[in-house]
């Protein structure tokens, strides 16, 4: 098997962008409670790689992991899905 089919990919906003070449990335996904039966949002926060500092707070993003980066940074920023809305 190549390496780069085991990469996981993620897709998140981006929440924070105060950081040289880091952006934080929330990611929420969709969850069955098991006895319940109810649909929860979980959320996790993600510090991925921006190399050219093009992303900002509120546009959604690809993230694809890789090798660590930094002591909490290992994930990057692959691409744009869609643009923050100015208001």
Not at 30 to 47: A, E, T, W
């Amino acid at each position: 098997m190549n390496a780069t089919n085991l990469k996981r990919t993620l897709t998140g906003t981006v929440v924070s962008d105060k950081m040289d070449k880091t952006v934080t990335v929330l990611v929420e996904r969709k969850i069955k409670h098991p006895l319940m039966g109810k649909v929860l949002r979980v959320s996790k926060k993600y510090h991925a790689h921006d190399e050219k500092n093009e992303f900002h707070q509120g546009d959604v993003v690809a993230i694809e992991e890789c090798r660590p980066l930094a002591k909490t940074k290992s994930w990057r920023v692959t691409k744009l899905v869609e643009k923050a809305q100015a208001i």
